[in-house]
């Protein structure tokens, strides 16, 4: 008989699996190193985006709008991508060609936004005193970047999870959120530094250094994770634990009969209840993330610094705006860096010592006491240390649903749960995809209202939603997200 773990208040058997090889931790850096280029891509764009918006004369009324398209997009078709990924039967496996593609299109997203005013210029933008070419293939860039960045780690991860045994899969996620820290402290390092007098200089302007720089590593990162495991072919058995047709929760003669598009829908609104509450929880947690974050340079730029986007670029005002972007560049340096330090500690010491649930409930008090303290600071020595609570809440999003939702599938019960339907199974990739589809929920959300908040109470508002959604996830956790009993202690 198998290990029994519990979800609420009833004990089911475990499912046997067939055990997978045993990975050394170089082996699973070199599959995740496309997450470091990831991040590295998604830093300058938080830390680049809107400045390069605001000195374009993009209203701060509706600048938060160009993150608005992107989370729909993602939020409807992730799920569907994460389904295709369980049953893709291309040679080089399921997840692999999906990482291909989407980093692809996270590199053209990145290089839209950083040449976008540069290639404005050739449709005509010299002439005019508003770049509207340039502003729009800026917007067009954020969009797709957005999106595949976001879409391309539900595979990554299933792919991580799908190549390495049970004993590594702690091990890897958080190898995989340390990449991602890692990666993120370099973008942030690389929009921080002043490249007009370096020796790079002779490659052009700042942009132009930093498209070259980005394009070295990213498409390096990219090389790496695409050789470093081979991937098994898709092939449809008849066993129960390989029962990968089953994807969507619905067994194989129910999908000749529904259409892909209805059977998806009714795998989300499906959700067993672990994996329902599980997403909420991880909305609530984006959206403090996202509120604060997304915003944060600026933040810095007018309210510590007092610099004015909108004034003459030869202005005092404007010197100081573009150096507090600097400034708020090297203060989310800070969350990255926490982000893959508590990576570590957390595979090394924490993840022994205490459960996921208490883990949880420290990392949401302390992002609300990190938000109302840097609402009362106004020095940017004294905000710096306290930046660490935005990497300590991406390495929990990124690492503890996850484990929790690899418990889940462990769960009998919990795969066969497809409304009802007997003989089903759920897959992990589109049950990944279904948590990683919260990023897009809470971008749309913020990206909807944040304008108007600041605009109307001005840029401390971020701080104030960030400390409002983390204190309702605090007591979700507390109240409602169910724990395997394994963990309790």
Request: glycine letters at 8%; one cysteine or more.
């Amino acid at each position: 008989m198998e290990p029994l773990i519990s979800h609420g208040s009833y004990e089911v058997e475990r499912l046997s699996k067939y055990e997978k090889p045993s990975r050394t931790k170089l082996e699973l850096l070199k599959m995740g190193a496309v997450y470091f280029g990831i991040e590295l891509v998604f830093s300058l764009e938080i830390a680049l985006t809107v400045p390069i918006l605001l000195e374009s004369n993009v209203s701060q009324n509706i600048y938060s709008y160009v993150y608005f398209l992107s989370p729909i997009f993602g939020f409807v078709f992730q799920p569907i991508l994460g389904a295709w990924s369980d049953r893709c039967q291309s040679k080089y496996g399921r997840r692999r060609p999906f990482i291909f593609a989407l980093g692809i299109a996270s590199y053209i997203g990145i290089s839209l936004i950083l040449k976008g005013r540069h290639f404005g210029l050739w449709f005509g933008d010299q002439f005019s005193n508003i770049p509207i070419y340039g502003i729009a293939l800026t917007a067009i860039g954020v969009t797709i970047l957005d999106f595949s960045a976001d879409t391309c780690d539900s595979p990554l991860r299933a792919y991580l999870l799908d190549s390495c045994n049970s004993r590594d899969q702690h091990m890897a996620l958080n190898l995989h959120a340390f990449l991602g820290g890692v990666g993120g402290s370099l973008g942030y390092i690389l929009s921080a530094i002043e490249w007009k007098n370096s020796i790079f200089s002779a490659l052009g302007d700042e942009s132009q250094i930093l498209f070259v720089l980005m394009s070295i590593i990213f498409i390096f990162c990219l090389y790496l994770t695409l050789t470093a495991a081979q991937e098994q072919p898709f092939e449809i058995e008849s066993s129960y634990d390989m029962i990968e047709g089953d994807f969507f929760g619905v067994r194989e003669s129910d999908q000749k009969n529904d259409s892909f598009l209805k059977t998806l829908i009714r795998s989300f609104f499906n959700m067993p209840v672990e994996l329902r509450r599980l997403f909420v929880c991880q909305t609530i947690g984006w959206l403090a993330f996202y509120s604060t974050t997304l915003f944060f340079t600026d933040y810095i730029a007018q309210n510590i610094y007092h610099g004015d986007p909108s004034a003459d670029r030869e202005s005092t005002d404007f010197m100081m705006y573009e150096y507090g972007i600097k400034m708020g560049s090297w203060c989310l340096l800070t969350y990255s860096i926490s982000s893959a330090a508590s990576a570590i500690i957390v595979e090394r010491f924490l993840m022994e010592k205490y459960s996921p649930k208490t883990l949880f409930l420290f990392t949401f008090f302390f992002y609300v006491f990190c938000c109302v303290a840097i609402f009362y600071l106004n020095s940017i020595a004294t905000i710096l240390p306290f930046c660490s609570c935005f990497g300590f809440m991406l390495t929990t999003l990124t690492t503890i649903p996850y484990q929790l939702l690899y418990e889940f599938h462990n769960d009998k019960q919990f795969v066969l749960c497809s409304g009802g339907l007997p003989g089903s199974k759920r897959g992990f990739g589109i049950d990944c995809a279904i948590l990683g589809s919260c990023h897009f929920l809470s971008q749309i959300i913020v990206s909807s209202f944040m304008s108007f908040l600041t605009t109307a109470f001005g840029n401390k508002i971020i701080l104030v939603c960030g400390a409002l959604f983390s204190s309702i996830g605090f007591f979700y956790i507390q109240i409602f997200v169910i724990f395997p009993k394994k963990y309790f202690k």
